[in-house]
């Protein structure tokens, strides 16, 4: 039987944590170290974005400062978490020999969370592995799992859901929405569970720690020795520990919130999300700069630096851009396990389609809250649009006809629907208000039954990122114009408005609105 080390290591800082795990992989990539089990914890609570995400776009900095929350990046992909006193961390830090692959992968990846099942059952949970990462238990995560790998070695790592206070994980995260139409839920708190929600107790930690060693001991077929660091790892830690500390490490230069001239497009796998950030030089026809994050795992660590590194500059092409891509994957300098180069580029759709408004004369700012549907942007203003739908969110809480379909123009100044509205009725537009999910798939219908052309409307990026796949299967050409303001999506409360039952309101951006009408020839 092999055997390994058991590491249970004290709670840490999130750079204390990450700084021990760069060490124990790098040496154990050197074969300096022994296989290695490890038990982590935090202290004081953290959030931690993966490697290959931006922290302004994952985490609400300023409230996590003013809440002492940590905040650091992890050595390995994924997406961001949060991980308090209350969550126990697990992982495997191994030679790749041991379970005879080159390239961490969806197999590797199962047989190292079934141990994590074994464990649950030891505590009475029936839980099953999800691919590509994920344990849950009926549909819902309780452990969530990334790796990376450092020569002949990988890590492996895991959470375990002890407690879990929902409420600080959405002030804290910035949940992207992308997520959450894959799993088919408008709550992040249908999405995950934890022991004590399971069990109505919460285990003993120690009984939680035996109970992960066993599950790894019998599923792996090790025995495992609690030992400590050696002088080495105890060394290189020290010596590692301020780069972890620094704001080079936890908030590189990848790209800002938002560059300005900048134009975002993102897509979701089964194996992850990929969200391009894209500068380009309309004029000189070349990609200023190319960001590439997600909560994808990939491999290795500097793959997509080197990605963006080789697209910087390059031809505002397309098909050029998508070569180089393919490029990267046939040449294993990029592997996204689960994930194809086709499927990689695929935000390159939406994103050309963007560029190709630029060329119309419209900002980039403009172009960026523009989302086609059913055609290129001056394939559906080609149509002369003749229906305007606005979302009833934007009207006030107290208008009477808040809920109605129709709209008075009574000329509130707190109210942009009334001016929306006057825009479409100068242009001869049907103008309709959409007053539930249900409503808008009923007017959708009725503008195919009725030979309608193509219509524009307005709603958040963050319901046309979930429903581009139901606007397409309308089969209506249509504009969808991003709104501005707080939304439903921000405050936790899509499936209140889904129904017609959300109580904030929304602002149009009517200046747009006028900009993309006065096209209509």
Known sequence: MMEGRLLDTPPMTAAENMALDDVLLELKGEGRTPDTIRFLQFKPRAVLVGYHQSVAEEVRVDYCRAQGIDVNRRNTGGGAIFFDENQLGWEVICRKAVFDVGVPNPRLFRTLCLPVVDALAILGVSADFRPRNDIEVDGRKISGTGGTESGEAFLFQGTMLVDFDVDTMLRALRVPVEKLKAREIDSIKERVTCLRWVLGRTPPLAAIKDAVRRGFEVGLGIRLV??????????RFQARLPHYRSAE??????????????????????????????????????????????DFLAFPHRALYDLEAALRGADLDPAALRRTIQGFFDDGALRIPGMSAAEFARPLDPLFQKIAIARTGLPLADCDRISPTNGTFAEVIGCRPSVLLLPYCAKPADCDLRRDKSCRVCGRDDCT????????????????????????????????????????????????????????????PGILLDIDHTTCYDLGQARDAYAGGFDRQTDLAVDLLDRVLGGIA
Not at 226 to 234: D, H, I, M, R, Y
Not at 282 to 287: A, D, E, G, K, T
Request: include cysteine.
């Open 417 to 476: 629907v009334g001016r929306a509205w006057r825009a479409g009725t100068d242009r001869g537009m049907r103008v309709v208000t959409v007053v539930s999910f249900e409503d808008l798939w009923a007017e959708l219908v009725r503008m195919r039954a009725d030979g309608e052309a193509a219509f524009v409307g307005c709603c958040c990026r963050p319901f046309f990122t979930k429903h581009a796949g139901d606007f397409e299967r309308a089969g209506v």
């Open 226 to 235: 609690p030992s400590g660091l050696t002088a080495e790892e105890t060394e």
């Open 249 to 294: 490490w936890v908030d590189p230069v990848r790209p800002p919130a938002r560059p300005r001239g900048s134009l975002q497009a993102a897509t979701k796998f089964e194996a992850g999300l990929v969200r391009y950030t894209l500068s380009p030089d309309l004029r000189r026809n070349r990609v200023h700069e190319l960001f590439i994050t997600g």
